[in-house]
């Protein structure tokens, strides 16, 4: 399958971002509708979430002879005004249930389904150009962020002025600029946090009379830094809105944020996670290369990558964690037969996943049944999983040949099991098959229960505990003075 990469150098850069946060199988760069004109500049589609971006760039001419409040008008009303039109006619497009292209012959149909009944659209200007000349305008602007307030068009009575935009809150759109759009992508960089942050944002906006901030960014940190425990999700706002008509995001809540112990910590614990993600791509890329085995359906959602996609950074960071150190532990020796299994609870409820290693003699891998015995025996591994943890409704397998001594070359294999209708057949069968093997049967299997946390705390320094140690009445003082202890404080007796 072919796929745009993007026309400038702006929609280059959005499509590299949109296929690391959404990933390859479901981001696609200049669409077309059926009049074989462009579309939009990025669409992702993602269960019921489609996400939509128009990227557009133009420089604001900020010269001395220029009337910056004229420039201002005209940038706006191409960049963003005319932007925002145009999003709100793809969204009905969409709805009215028209074809989407991947070319202007329309050769190449949209690969992806969309729910129209189900589906939340989010609408997403980019506007480039601004940033220079809004740092140039005030030195109390942080980072040359556009200001965006949501409220009522026909309650709005302040005047309008340069980088800052009012948005109406009945047809509410993101707007996004050239600093925080690698920062939103970047932070929230899987579907499910990206999603989960435009949700809430669009609850707030409905919530409250005005919403107003300095830069995307800055209502970023406020989001992260809002938490309710009670429905395990992050907020926009207050909890107590009896009082509260509005809110209003002060500048330089992100710039705070980042220079924080926490958000270091948990941007160096992240990296791990990130393995997550090159073995969903790399199957991806295998998919769009054709040379992807098996009978799943992977855009359409009934395979074991679909649902890996779906967890969130940090239960990434977590799910890698423990795999880097069974992968490190394995206890086969090289010339044996040996395998291990490893269960993980998803972030999503009543699924789980199974990890299995497999090592082999070189005689038994060469085999031309080999990698077939290995998916055998994932699939074991899987039903004996649901036998032995009946509580989970999906099994997702991936199977590896360990890593300690294997150069990779087998592969991945990946299964998923719906459980949700698991008959007394289907538990008998697992049985039976698993009677040699004893996958989560046997008495050298352990289990741990750990708490994974989206932010991790700064690891604190070692406590000094004894006595400070002695010192010589001929050594140099430990107030700094330069002279010996015996003439500085010795005479004291310290």
Known sequence: MEKSKGVTDTERMLAEFGERTFLKLWTYANPYKDDGHEMCDLIAVFGNDVFIF????IVIDDSEDKDLGLEWDRWKRKAIDKQINTAHGVERYIRMGR?????????????LDIDIENATFHKIIVAHGAKEACERESSDNVYGSLAITYVDTDLRDAPEFPFHVYIDRKKPVHVFDSHNLPIIL????????FGGYLR???IAIAKYEMLSYCGEEDLLAHYLGNFDVSTNRHFIGTKDTSKVTGMMIGEGEWSAFIETDIYKQTKKANEISYNWDRLIQR????????????????????SAIYNMVKEPRFMRRGICEKLVNVIENFGGQEGQLCRQVTLLPSYTPKVAYVFLQFHAPKAFREHENYRSTRQTLLEIACGSAKNALPQYDEIIGIGIDAPKYSDGR?????????CHDWTDEKRKYYEERNEPFQFFATPQLRRYEDTVHEFVEPTPLPRKTGHPPKVGRNDPCPCGSGTKFKKCHGKQGA
Not at 283 to 302: E, P, Y
Not at 410 to 418: K, N, Q, S, W
């Open 186 to 193: 970047t932070e929230l960089d899987t579907v499910l946090d």
């Open 283 to 302: 199957t991806c890329q295998n998919a769009l290369d054709g040379t992807l085995l098996g009978n799943s359906d992977i855009v359409k959602g009934k």
């Open 200 to 202: 809430e944002k669009l």
């Open 99 to 111: 074809p989407i292209f991947l070319d202007g012959k329309k050769a190449h149909p949209f690969p």
């Open 54 to 57: 128009f990227d557009r760039q």
């Open 410 to 418: 087998d592969g991945e294999d990946f299964i998923l099991m719906p």
